[in-house]
């Protein structure tokens, strides 16, 4: 019985690691594309450039949102018990 309460914690902490991980991805992931938006912004010529590199920035932002959403819907976050 104890050794199924360990190996029950082990894979959660596992799971949790993993989870982490992914965030970590993520987060890299969109931090090059707000960087390259940046220069992109600084190097656009026009305003109707600059609209659509902010348009595209908008969408892929929506849909790093999306998938975080359904990411945690399958992992709730932790609730306090304060």
Do not use: C, N
């Amino acid at each position: 019985m104890g050794f199924l309460s360990i190996a029950a914690g082990v894979h959660e902490a596992y799971m949790h690691k993993k989870a982490d991980r992914e965030m970590v991805r993520q987060y890299r992931f969109m931090q090059r594309i707000f960087a390259s938006a940046r220069r992109l912004l600084a190097d656009a010529p026009g305003l109707e450039e600059k609209r659509r590199i902010l348009v595209a920035l908008g969408e892929a932002a929506l849909t790093e949102h999306a998938e975080w959403s359904l990411m945690h819907r399958a992992r709730p976050l932790p609730t306090s018990r304060i």
